[in-house]
């Protein structure tokens, strides 16, 4: 009768392990998803989808950063919100454009929009993908887990005649976000000029031109001395948006991942800067890869700190 006993509870133990082990598995997302994993998940309760664009313009000094809220308003994706990365996701004290906000701010701001620990979120945006690595480097910093990237964003699922909403969505009820902070995601301008002894693989994610001084975006020629050049929009196809076969991005970054030293990766104002450093750390595996947040928009404010071509 004992032996019995035993017998059922440790079945019925395996089977509440199955149970609990078949739970995880169905809310464990990959840090890149498909357009057709989105559709076939999109009304589950727990998932909230944002879309990130920003539009960058050409002002009288350097780039004008616009909201581009109405757009999202006219066509989205089906029970998606917007997250305003120029106002909401911005340190407002900041002299600079996109300085990662306060932890209050943040978790005020997440919380606004329905997500709370156990939620899960999926980031999209109208570009080449930056906006949304923005959001989701900015969630794991603050000690969020369960994101990820719409491989091919906007592009890719409005290309494919997917489902597109209009106008605002029904709103969700306010989340609970609690901030977890991993500071060794973010580096700052002390922890740069540290680098340049050689400790860190520098990585500019901005274009060649702006590399090598052609381009004079940020005011001044060049680059931090010593940096490699990883141009951020040619980690996705021009077409599709869609990140390029991981094989292509390892030869990529081979020159950087094989240095062995940690990564920090940079470019004007710590948004492109984000879309190498998902490539790294969620497409390639690599583990001590960090963005240094102010990148040249904090870099150049000082005229004495070194550039090279």
Excluded at 132 to 154: E, H, I, N, P, S
Aim: hydrophobic share 40%; with cysteine.
């Amino acid at each position: 009768m004992l032996e019995r006993r035993v017998r059922v509870e440790a079945l019925a133990a395996t089977s509440v392990l199955f149970f609990l082990l078949k739970l995880c598995l169905e809310r464990y997302m990959e840090s890149l998803v498909s357009t057709s994993w989105l559709e076939e998940n999109m009304d589950d309760t727990d998932l909230k989808i944002l879309e990130c664009t920003v539009a960058l313009k050409p002002g009288d000094a350097g780039f004008v950063a616009e909201s581009m809220f109405d757009d999202w308003y006219q066509n989205h994706i089906p029970n998606s919100q917007y997250v305003d990365l120029t106002n909401d996701l911005s340190d407002p004290t900041s002299p600079l454009r996109f300085t990662m906000p306060s932890e209050n701010r943040f978790a005020e701001v997440m919380e606004a929009l329905g997500i709370s620990g156990d939620s899960r979120v999926v980031l999209y945006d109208r570009r080449m993908t930056m906006w949304a690595t923005r959001v989701w480097w900015m969630l794991k910093f603050f000690g969020f887990d369960q994101c990820a990237v719409l491989d091919g964003g906007w592009r890719t699922w409005s290309n494919e005649g997917r489902k597109i909403s209009h106008g605002n969505e029904q709103l969700h009820a306010p989340g609970k976000f609690d901030c977890v902070l991993r500071p060794e995601m973010i580096v700052s301008t002390k922890e740069v000029e540290a680098s340049l002894t050689g400790t860190a693989c520098l990585v500019n994610s901005l274009s060649p031109e702006n590399h090598d001084g052609t381009d004079l975006s940020y005011g001044t020629a060049g680059h931090i001395p010593g940096a490699s050049n990883v141009y951020a929009v040619k980690l996705v196809d021009s077409q599709s948006h869609k990140f390029l076969p991981i094989v292509e991005l390892k030869q990529i970054f081979s020159s950087i991942t094989e240095s062995k030293k940690p990564i920090i990766t940079y470019c004007g104002g710590g948004i492109a800067a984000t879309s190498d450093a998902f490539v790294l750390t969620a497409l390639l595996g690599e583990n001590d890869v960090a963005v240094y947040d102010g990148s040249l928009s904090e870099w150049l404010l000082d005229p004495a700190r070194p550039m090279e071509v």
